[in-house]
């Protein structure tokens, strides 16, 4: 397989958890509940596997492998610990958290290191990172009052960051040889 499309199957596996976590009353909770946390096992499987067919970036490597690792372990928490929908939704806010602050993290990484770099790409890992810092805020005090309404904004952050995903595999095909 292109070692890029890892990296585009990881977002489409990440977009697809979104699109059931908005279905979720229509096919209901326990199959959403068995989908999401394999979808998003999928996805950090997929990302690892990028990240490890890109040694030779090592921020990208490294952001990859974070990513992959952080994914798999949400899918083991979410499919695993959360008794309600309340409890699930804060731990879709903490991973939001998470990857908006690694977003920001290696973006700033990228631009300590001196070397040469697509600035397309690294505004829109700040803009994914900003994106995700606010779209935890929402989720957080939307599902206080409401949760089915942080379920809706938790879905829509993680089709989001699935396209995202498939976006940034597309820039990146300009910039990473494949052999």
């Known amino acids: 397989m292109n070692k890029i499309n890892y990296l585009t199957f990881s977002g489409i596996a990440m977009a697809l958890a979104g699109i059931f976590l908005l279905l979720s009353e229509s096919i209901g909770v326990g ?84 070397n040469k770099f697509n600035m397309k790409i690294l505004i829109s890992r700040f803009v994914a990172g900003f994106f995700n810092l606010i779209g935890a805020v929402l989720i957080l005090a939307t599902s206080v009052t409401d949760e089915i309404s942080g379920l809706f904004i938790a879905g829509i952050l993680i089709i989001l960051g699935g396209i995202a995903f498939i976006i940034f595999s597309f820039r990146i095909r300009k910039t990473i040889t494949t052999p």
Do not use: C, D, W
């Open 31 to 114: 199959t959403v509940k068995f989908l999401v946390p394999l979808l998003f096992a999928v996805g950090g499987i997929l990302a690892y596997l990028f990240s490890e067919a890109n040694k030779h970036h090592k921020i990208a490597r490294q952001y990859h492998l974070l990513q992959g690792i952080g994914m798999v372990v949400f899918a083991l928490l979410i499919g695993i610990i959360p008794n309600s929908l309340g409890e699930f939704l804060k731990y879709v806010t903490y991973l939001m958290l998470l990857f908006g602050l690694i977003e920001i993290l290696f973006g700033f990484m990228a631009l300590n290191t001196g």
